[in-house]
């Protein structure tokens, strides 16, 4: 379970980006966060697994403080979130396994990193995963020779291969055509299921938010306005959360992305 | 809304048109000042070209009858060429990864940087009459000039490209709990290879040449040999060995240039 409460973000000395923010996600829900640009998805995000140091607040997964850990605490527990980026932030020249290994990181020695020797029972893993998503005839490839589809699959497969507790997906599906997007997006919401594994999606597509997610939630101006079914998010409530200038929104957080 | 204009010109570099002549008028009487005040002394000039002429006349035809000591001093060049590229790669990678600002701390960076300034900051010329006093004649003062020489050029190079690295990437390692190691050879290193290896290349190309010239001021090599001949007037020889450089860059050049086609 993921327990985030009273988070704030505040960059330099403007108005903060996250104003005081509670959230819980358990179990194998698929969590879909929406809102306009500015409106702190991102932040938020990052804030979990503090890849962006949060200003207050505290964020708890499964009894685990995060924000009060040191450096070298925080790496090891940095291992049990998964994340999956926008541009996939694949390591373009090496091959995929390579870059699925590299989900394993924080697990294995620097010395067996640096030789590409990994543990068998990785590998094993490594497999099965890419089998599961349809990208194992890959494996000695380079990352940067898939498609955008396959590339984003490797992403979540590297992601995977942490065995972490919660994944957590920066709008994975923005730079993908709608028909790769959405079966990303359904491969997401299986692999919650399948995984037990909560999933929580930044995405931009409220209409493919509708359909693959478990529950909603609205974002404006670093807070949230909006956390249910998929189906209570009626017109009214979407002009709430998409309403005024995003660019006046930017404006108040700086810079977010 | 039309207002009617149908005229655009690009605005001026400097917007404020006083400011502007005033610039372009003190340059243009900088230039003409330079020129008349300049020392040119015409019958130097002439007398020069006098001299130039019984050098090329006694250089003509080039004379390989030393071909041994040629292919030595060659042979000297090329190993000091070859020590100090891979000497100076070597460092150059910790020293610019140090000096990439968006790796390193504050502290760590500042050092990186001063280094790779005053590496860079002295001609190879100057860096070769310090090593020749300190280490003695030879091509042991060429090859640390060289070093010293290369750190300059590829770690700074190296730096910036560090610096201008997809950070993405980098995020991704941070978020799987990668330690430091193992993101900076994951994250960053593929990205950074075909810039290293270019600059390693093009490295041992320049070395080659500049070793000819340090070894003029007595640090080895052909241009020790180079030396020896001017200072005793055999200018055929000379040319012998002045051919040989050209030729050899020129080869050098072409394989480097396919070699980096290769890795792209």
Known sequence: MLKISKLT????SGDPVLKELDLTVEGDQLTSVIGSSGAGKSTLLRCINRLVEPTSGSVDLNGTEFTTLNRRELRTARRRIGMVFQSFNLIDRLTVMENVQSGRLGYISTWAALTRRYPREDIRHAYELMERVGIAHYADRRADELSG??????????????RPEILLADEPTASLDPKTSEQIMSLLRDLASELKLPVIINIHNVTEAKEYSDRIVGMRYG????DDLPGKLEKAEMDEIYAGVPAMDRAEVGAVA | M?????TWRKPPFISHPGLRYGLYIAVSIYVVLTIATLPIDWDRVSDGMRRAQRIFSGAFPPNFDRSGLLIDGFLESLKIAILATVGGITLSVPLAFMAASNISIKP?????RSIIIVARSFHPVIVAIIFVKAVGFGPF???????VYSIGFVAKLLAERIEEIDFGQVEAMRSVGAGFLSTLVYAVVPQIMPRLVGLGIYQLDSNLRASAVVGIVGAGGIGATLANAFGRYDYDFALAITMVIVGAILVSEAVSGLVR????
């Open chain 2, 2 to 6: 039309s207002t009617g204009k149908d």
């Open chain 2, 261 to 264: 086609k290769r890795i792209a």
């Open chain 2, 141 to 147: 003062a060429g090859a640390l000039t060289l070093v």
């Open chain 1, 149 to 162: 589809g396959e590339r984003q699959r490797v992403g979540v497969v590297r992601a995977l291969m942490q």
């Open chain 1, 223 to 226: 807070r949230i306005i909006f």
């Open chain 2, 108 to 112: 760590i960076y500042l050092i990186g």
């Open chain 1, 9 to 12: 973000k505040r960059y330099g």
